[in-house]
């Protein structure tokens, strides 16, 4: 069993930017356990299929396929075959993704689909349920957050980039609706998984929580792991397997 490092929290507390530095400096593979539940959920809305009709997602859900690839500098995300990195980030999308991954037969399928990327070697692995379900044996788990309004702030740069325009209200109304149901549900809901390192980002720089991770990653009895991680144990291990991405 390759090592994992989880990084779980809420909507836009930096998980993926930290998780894609982490992954990138050790060499390690990315994986965005969101961009799977956002395919999912851009099938089911391209497709005019009703959320609550759980038998219509659940069949949809078994007959889908969806992979992540890439380095961690530029994840990919497919549907079918069919890239949709870009399509997945829409409001409509995230709204929602969190909305369908409150059902049992979702989650089940692509807790399958995640579980899998173990076996392909060490990974960074973020999302909501990473430390307390998906990989609750883990080395490493952290726990991200940060206060709302960093978080709104952050993510209405983002939209504001990729050209979904939208108040901060409005973002931070989308970040309080998710958040709230992503940690109410039933299912695996969003919670610190036990054992994990909990860092709130809201007055650090990506950077800092970028070498915050490493560090704790780095002063793990079982870093580096076994095969398939590069490099070795050196006097600054971190910095020793800073070179390469996670590829395919
Ligand atoms: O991380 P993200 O914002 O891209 O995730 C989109 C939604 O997917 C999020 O609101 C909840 C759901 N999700 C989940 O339930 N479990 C995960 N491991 C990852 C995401």
């Given at each position: 069993?390759?090592?994992a490092v989880t990084i779980d929290g809420p909507a836009a507390a930096g998980k993926s930017t930290t998780a894609r530095g982490v992954a990138s400096r050790l060499g390690f593979l990315y994986v965005d356990t969101g961009?799977?539940?956002?395919?999912?959920?851009?099938?089911?809305?391209?497709?005019?299929?009703?959320?609550?009709?759980?038998?219509?997602?659940?069949?949809?859900?078994?007959?889908?396929?969806?992979?992540?690839?890439?380095?961690?500098?530029?994840?990919?995300?497919?549907?079918?075959?069919?890239?949709?990195?870009?399509?997945?980030?829409?409001?409509?999308?995230?709204?929602?993704?969190?909305?369908?991954?409150?059902?049992?037969?979702?989650?089940?399928?692509?807790?399958?689909?995640?579980?899998?990327?173990?076996?392909?070697?060490?990974?960074?692995?973020?999302?909501?349920?990473?430390?307390?379900?998906?990989?609750?044996?883990?080395?490493?788990?952290?726990?991200?957050?940060?206060?709302?309004?960093?978080?709104?702030?952050?993510?209405?740069?983002?939209?504001?980039?990729?050209?979904?325009?939208?108040?901060?209200?409005?973002?931070?109304?989308?970040?309080?609706?998710?958040?709230?149901?992503?940690?109410?549900?039933?299912?695996?809901?969003?919670?610190?998984?036990?054992?994990?390192?909990?860092?709130?980002t809201s007055g650090m720089t990506v950077a800092d929580q970028i070498e915050a991770v490493l560090a704790v990653v780095a002063s793990h009895p079982a870093f580096p792991a076994g095969p398939g991680c590069p490099g070795?144990?050196?006097?600054?291990?971190?910095?020793?397997?800073?070179?390469?991405?996670?590829?395919?």
């Amino acid at each position: 069993m390759s090592f994992a490092v989880t990084i779980d929290g809420p909507a836009a507390a930096g998980k993926s930017t930290t998780a894609r530095g982490v992954a990138s400096r050790l060499g390690f593979l990315y994986v965005d356990t969101g961009a799977l539940y956002r395919a999912i959920a851009l099938k089911v809305q391209q497709g005019g299929i009703p959320p609550d009709d759980r038998d219509a997602v659940e069949r949809l859900a078994r007959e889908t396929q969806v992979a992540l690839s890439g380095a961690p500098d530029h994840p990919r995300v497919w549907l079918d075959g069919a890239e949709v990195s870009d399509e997945i980030r829409t409001p409509a999308v995230s709204e929602l993704s969190s909305r369908l991954a409150a059902q049992p037969a979702v989650r089940r399928r692509l807790i399958e689909i995640q579980r899998a990327l173990r076996d392909r070697g060490p990974l960074v692995a973020e999302g909501r349920d990473l430390g307390t379900v998906v990989f609750p044996d883990a080395e490493i788990k952290v726990y991200l957050d940060a206060d709302l309004d960093t978080r709104a702030r952050r993510r209405f740069r983002e939209r504001e980039r990729l050209g979904l325009p939208m108040t901060l209200d409005e973002v931070r109304d989308e970040l309080e609706r998710r958040d709230a149901r992503d940690r109410g549900r039933s299912e695996s809901p969003l919670a610190v998984p036990e054992g994990a390192r909990v860092l709130d980002t809201s007055g650090m720089t990506v950077a800092d929580q970028i070498e915050a991770v490493l560090a704790v990653v780095a002063s793990h009895p079982a870093f580096p792991a076994g095969p398939g991680c590069p490099g070795g144990r050196a006097d600054d291990p971190v910095r020793e397997r800073s070179e390469g991405g996670a590829g395919d």
